[in-house]
């Protein structure tokens, strides 16, 4: 296999207190990237991106397909070398390729990376002692995170035949094996069932305030259940960070309402609504209109007005909290990335 797993970067105590959204906002920063960049030939994949992540705390770390989440993360944990901007890992630079030093870094990668002719224990015990630790100790420590990760009973087989379910989670486990303090994981949760995704998600909750996690996902729900915080990239840009509760704020105070009437309201309603854009956030699913506005009353009103102006039948209407994939929909839209 080719290793894509880093080496441990060096530390150091440092704090921030930038006032910005993407900042640690004056908590204990652990992780900060400055300004990063990284292109591919006319593509730029990642465009200036600025991001304080808090010890101990779990970041979500969500954006489109090709919003350039692996090609940063890639850059945050030493694999990647960006072509501007900088890192930093408890105030010490970053160095793509970097081999020593006292604070760790772990990653699990979005490819599956995992050695074809060793067992599992023996991944895990060898990754282990690729950073350092005695045998006795990766042993013991491999033997735990296979019961920690539902894989006891694989100690002895070989990683390739694992099912793909289960080479995830061998493959968290690899990031974990040396007790990092910042683990990145690149969509952890990808091709897991449910037990596996609770299992990982307790596990990954079980370690908050001792490791901090970036993780990766595109299941919204998972995001929210997760995180401590997330941020929302596209375009290698960043949109928004904050808490969970901050970020669903963002759509009318993180209360929409749904109104569903008996026809399509992308013709029959929402072309009549322009005037009501600049205070809210209108979006159509088949018969039904979401809505979020600051003035939500007002707006409600208006759109029940236009109901029964325009001859519709009223069928349901209803409050409901704003969930991270409709503010996500928001900030990235609809369509399709190429
Ligand atoms: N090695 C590479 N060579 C050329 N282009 C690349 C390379 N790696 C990534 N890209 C491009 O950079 C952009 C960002 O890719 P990246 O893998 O970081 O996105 P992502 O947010 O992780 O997407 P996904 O959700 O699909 O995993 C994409 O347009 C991708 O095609
Ligand atoms: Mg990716």
């Not at 006319?42 to 101990?56: K, N």
């Not at 090609?71 to 890192?87: E, H, Q, R, Y």
């Not at 990954?204 to 997330?230: C, F, N, P, W």
Request: charged share 25%; proline share 4%.
């Amino acid at each position: 296999m080719t290793d894509t797993r880093p080496s441990p970067v060096g530390a150091s105590a440092v704090a921030a207190t930038q006032p910005d959204a993407s900042a640690a906002g004056g908590r204990d920063c652990v992780l900060r990237a400055t300004d990063l960049v990284k292109r591919y030939g006319d593509l730029v994949a990642v465009d200036g991106l600025s991001i304080e992540v808090r010890r101990g705390e779990i970041l979500g770390f969500l954006g489109p397909n090709g919003a350039g989440k692996t090609t940063t993360l890639k850059m945050m944990s030493g694999l990647l070398a960006p072509d501007a901007g900088s890192v930093e890992i408890d105030g010490r630079p970053v160095r793509a390729g970097a081999l020593h030093g006292s604070a760790s870094v772990g990653v699990a990668p979005q490819e599956i990376v995992i050695w074809d002719s060793l067992t599992c224990l023996e991944q895990l015990q060898f990754a282990g002692m690729m950073y350092d630790m005695p045998a006795a100790a990766a042993r013991e420590r491999a033997t735990y995170l296979l019961e920690v990760f539902g894989l006891e009973g694989k100690a002895r087989k070989l990683g390739k035949t694992l099912s793909g379910g289960m080479q995830r989670r061998l493959n968290i486990a690899l990031g974990l094996v040396h007790e990092p303090e910042i683990l990145f994981l690149d969509e952890p949760q990808a091709g897991l069932d449910p037990q596996s995704r609770v299992l990982v998600r307790e596990y990954l909750r079980s370690l908050r305030g001792r490791m901090t996690i970036v993780v990766t996902t595109h299941d919204m729900e998972e995001a929210d259940k997760l995180s401590d915080r997330v941020c929302v990239i596209d375009h290698g840009r960043l949109l928004v960070m904050g808490t969970v509760a901050e970020v669903k704020g963002r759509l009318g105070g993180g209360e929409l309402f749904e109104i569903t009437v008996d026809a399509d309201v992308t013709e029959a309603l929402l072309p009549f609504l322009h005037r009501l854009r600049p205070t809210c956030t209108l979006s159509a699913d088949g018969s039904t209109l979401s809505l979020a506005s600051t003035q939500p009353a007002e707006a409600v009103a208006e759109v029940l007005r236009e109901v029964a102006g325009r001859g519709l039948l009223l069928v349901n209407l209803r409050a409901r909290g704003a969930t991270l994939e409709d503010v996500f929909i928001d900030l990235t839209g609809r369509k399709l990335r190429e």
